[in-house]
């Protein structure tokens, strides 16, 4: 493993669906576990307007009956008050879910922001697949790596140029610039579109085109254990990872 992949995660990475079902929720897992099992202090949080299942599917340690809301309302608290609001993977990856009893507000995220940044905690934000709601100013403030996670399928990418078009029309070039778009496999039977093609049709657009490959354990939706996540697909996040920390320290896509 090169030192390039064991860098951390930066403060803030948001990761965006180009549709419903894209694997955004499973990418947050899977980058927010790998820091974790690296020993990062990483949270994932659910960013989407009422409420998702990121804590369902990856809190394999504990799941937490309170979550988000309960904590923004709380103000400031001691960690071990701020833990017990969290659900947790069994490596240690803490997650901050919506209970889903009011939709998401822009005064919640500037709490939150300022919790995390407090604690010196590393963040990763599943927007589900919309990006232009009010409630992410804060996280759209700062120049976050995003993660735009598209399945590989021939009907996805054609809503990729929609969800591209929204980060531009949000965030202009320099949003675009510290893209990441993630192909993420989601058939047994293999890759179903030639990413090679992709990566010639949206050369100099964004930063760059990681992929991740079909996994067994994934597909069977159930709670995801990132120990039994197969060796290519934790390699896989390893990559989205480094990315991620690159776009963040303002360095070149790898050639």
Not at 25 to 54: I, S
Not at 62 to 91: I, K, N
Not at 181 to 200: K, P, Y
Not at 204 to 219: C, K, R
């Amino acid at each position: 493993m090169t030192d390039q992949l064991l860098q951390s995660l930066p403060v803030s990475t948001l990761v965006l669906g180009a549709c419903g079902g894209a694997g955004a929720t499973t990418t947050t897992l899977g980058l927010t576990n790998t820091a974790a099992a690296r020993g990062g202090a990483v949270v994932a949080v659910d960013a989407t307007p009422a409420g998702g299942d990121v804590a369902e599917r990856g809190a394999d340690a504990v799941l937490s009956v309170s979550g988000f809301e309960q904590l923004v309302a709380a103000g400031p608290v001691a960690d071990d008050v701020f833990d017990g609001y969290c659900s947790r993977t069994s490596v240690g990856t803490r997650i901050l879910n919506r209970i889903g009893n009011q939709t998401a507000s822009e005064r919640e995220f500037h709490t939150l922001t300022g919790s995390l940044r407090a604690r010196g905690v590393s963040a990763v934000h599943d927007l589900g697949h919309r990006l232009r709601a009010a409630y992410l100013a804060p996280l759209l403030a700062t120049p976050s790596p995003i993660v735009l996670v598209v399945p590989c399928r021939a009907d996805a990418f054609n809503r990729l140029r929609s969800a591209l078009q929204s980060i531009g029309d949000t965030l202009g070039e320099p949003g675009l610039a510290r893209t990441v778009v993630t192909v993420s496999n989601q058939d047994a039977t293999g890759w179903q579109v030639d990413i090679d093609l992709l990566r010639e049709y949206l050369g100099g657009q964004v930063w760059g085109i990681e992929t991740i490959p079909y996994d067994e354990h994934l597909g069977m939706g159930i709670v995801i254990d990132h120990s039994k996540l197969a060796p290519d697909t934790r390699a896989a996040y390893e990559r989205v990872s480094a990315a991620a920390s690159a776009i963040a320290e303002g360095r070149p896509e790898r050639v």
